[in-house]
């Protein structure tokens, strides 16, 4: 039996339930958690912007050691750190023959799989994300961990599974920021954090953060920002005057509303790319004239988990972190137990903080 924090039905607070976890089986590996990060998609999941089964444990972004391992399963053994990877590649279909396994087909697993019971009562729990992440010890598909890079603490690791690659690859491999280009990064929460980083270590000349809280200014600058701008509906015009009217050559939403992807499709000079990572819901409409459209040559472009390949990725991000480009910690500006959970999405309601870790 472990503790895990449960979503008992889409837009019920969360319960803290001791749970019974499976032996892993076949292709399987137990892992116990040493961190897990509170992402905004949690919230969405809690609150139903985004589906899923439930009861569910959530959580999906995370590190820790491998307990046990199911047969047949050779990349890992009990004792190694790994970090874990929500979207797991089946490496056959159309879009990972193609390199691009951040959209595989099979990523997800299918609606009725459950993985663990709840103690109490015997009833199904499915793993939000496929790798419930927010519980003691998890059981996960082999193809949803990786180890953890050398010299990277297992408590930062867990930023690498989300923010860290969400964030750094929406630069990187999704709008490709170059030296010396200008970005404009929306929304300083984890994910943006991680993209102001990102914009910094690819040598953008000026980084621009936006966020409808003003409190989020020193925690932007920390990470990169060179300018700050508090959200209003003349963002986009504040943008284009700290570019010398131009516009920034980059924008990345890590927001997930239709008034920041608008505002920051219009923040970028004629011909810059938009990158959307944020996830929002259908109410949310963006609208576009076709003259427009023209006009600008813009490009606009959405982006699953940064377009990243976490075996490709993660090695990459331990270089920067170990030569000191890229600072894990600061993500993160509060530690709490499972118990804190529900505080961390009230804090991202009310647009505080950067990452709260829960810590086990
Ligand atoms: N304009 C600018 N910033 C805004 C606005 C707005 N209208 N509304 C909210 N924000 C800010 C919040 O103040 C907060 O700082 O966006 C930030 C979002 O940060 P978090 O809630 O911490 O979200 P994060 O985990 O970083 O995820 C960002 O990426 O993966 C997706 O689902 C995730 O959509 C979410 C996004
Ligand atoms: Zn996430
Ligand atoms: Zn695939």
Not at 40 to 64: I, Q
Not at 220 to 244: F, K, N, Q, W
Not at 259 to 282: E, L, Q
Not at 306 to 321: I, K, Q, T, W, Y
């Amino acid at each position: 039996m472990v503790r895990a924090a449960v979503l008992p039905a889409v837009g019920a607070p969360l319960e803290i339930a001791e749970i019974d976890l499976p032996a892993p089986g076949p292709g399987q590996v137990r892992v116990r958690l040493a961190a897990a990060g509170v992402c905004h998609s949690d919230l969405s999941l809690s609150d139903g912007t985004m589906r899923v089964p439930v009861p569910a444990v959530l959580g999906h972004e995370g590190a820790g050691t491998v307990v046990s391992v199911g047969e047949g399963v050779t990349g890992v053994a009990p004792g190694d750190g790994v970090v874990l990877n929500w979207a797991p590649s089946c490496g056959s279909c159309h879009a990972c023959s193609l390199g691009e396994v951040w959209l595989c087909a099979n990523a997800l697993t299918g609606a009725g799989d459950v993985y663990a019971r709840r103690a109490s009562d015997g009833s199904d729990l499915h793993p939000g994300l496929n790798v419930a992440a927010f519980a003691e010890e998890t059981v996960v598909a082999a193809g949803c961990v990786l180890p953890v890079p050398d010299g990277i603490p297992l408590t930062d690791a867990a930023l690498l599974g989300c923010a860290v690659l969400t964030g750094y690859g929406a630069v990187h491999h999704s709008a490709r920021v170059r030296a010396g280009e200008t970005v404009a990064v929306f929304g300083v929460g984890g994910v943006g954090l991680a993209a102001l980083q990102a914009a910094r270590i690819a040598g953008a000349s000026q980084i621009i953060a936006v966020d409808i809280s003003p409190e989020k200014e020193s925690l932007a600058r920390e990470a990169g920002a060179t300018d700050y701008v508090v959200a209003s509906d003349t963002t986009a015009r504040e943008i284009r005057s700290l570019t010398g009217k131009q516009g920034v050559d980059v924008a990345v939403e890590c927001v997930g509303r239709a008034v920041t992807i608008r505002a920051a499709w219009d923040s970028t000079r004629r011909g810059g790319r938009t990158t959307v990572v944020g996830i929002g819901g259908k109410d949310q409409q963006v609208t576009f004239n076709a003259l427009e459209i023209f006009h600008w040559g813009r490009t606009l472009s959405g982006c699953v988990y940064g377009n990243s390949d976490p075996a490709r990725d993660l090695p990459v991000l331990a270089e920067h972190v170990r030569a000191g480009r890229l600072d894990l910690g600061t993500l993160v500006t509060e530690r709490i137990g499972l118990d804190g959970i529900a505080g961390a999405f009230e804090n991202m309601v009310a647009g505080k903080g950067g990452r709260a870790l829960v810590v086990f």
